[in-house]
T-cell receptor
């Protein structure tokens, strides 16, 4: 069965500092990996995805994520956090075979402190 | 704006009632997914349609049903509503079925059952 773990419910970081939001997954084979962000009273917005190739993928708003096959992780990172980055972040996976839907983690609330 | 339109944005109804949530996918997208977001369950996949055909079911109750019409819009029908059905219901669309395609989410319908 597929599962996605976001071990931290809450991450606090000071503005200007680097941020990391963690994600690990358990999926048979190599899945497609995604990050989404949800602002209050809004839908989920796509940030970035890993399909194949370079383990470091770059996405919207200066975010990037690193795929680590041996650790089955796909951590979201940003070199310098902005107050406007404060939101709920979801990691998601889609297996390469079988189900076509996205399986989501439980979300991590990021708060950037001015 | 993701291009996915959901109506209504808010819905308040009584227990035992039936409601219909509507989703218009992005132009050209053939896949529609429905998700339920609640505080205790996170984002749960309900059902997936591709070009009018049901492709996969997730944690969808028997009281819930959905369909995708020839113009590709989709409706999620919730009947015999219970207090526990109160949640945010999201529709997402993508151009293809699964693979590495990201899904684009609507802003959701917030259902409150009283």
């Amino acid at each position: 069965a597929q599962s996605v773990a976001q071990p931290e419910d809450q991450v606090n970081v000071a503005e200007g500092n680097p941020l990391t939001v963690k994600c690990t997954y358990s999926v048979s084979g190599n899945p497609y990996l995604f990050w989404y962000v949800q602002y209050p009273n809004r839908g989920l917005q796509f940030l970035l995805k890993y399909i194949t190739g370079d383990n470091l993928v770059k996405g919207s708003y200066g975010f990037e994520a690193e795929f680590n096959k041996s650790q089955t992780s796909f951590h979201l990172k940003k070199p310098s956090a902005l107050v406007s980055d404060s939101a709920l972040y979801f990691c998601a996976v889609r297996p390469k075979t079988g189900a076509n839907n996205l399986f989501f983690g439980t979300g991590t609330r990021l708060t950037v402190i001015p | 704006d993701s291009g996915v339109t959901q109506t209504p944005k808010h819905l308040i109804t009584a227990t035992g009632q039936r409601v219909t949530l509507r989703c218009s996918p992005r132009s050209g997208d053939l896949s529609v997914y429905w998700y339920q977001q609640s505080l205790d369950q996170g984002l749960q996949f309900l059902i997936h349609y591709y070009n009018g055909e049901e492709r996969a079911k997730g944690n969808i109750l028997e009281r819930f049903s959905a369909q995708q019409f020839p113009d590709l819009h989709s409706e999620l029908n919730l009947s015999s509503l219970e207090l526990g059905d109160s949640a945010l219901y999201f529709c997402a669309s993508s151009v293809v079925e699964g693979a590495g395609a990201e899904a684009f989410f609507g802003q959701g319908t917030r259902l409150t059952v009283v």
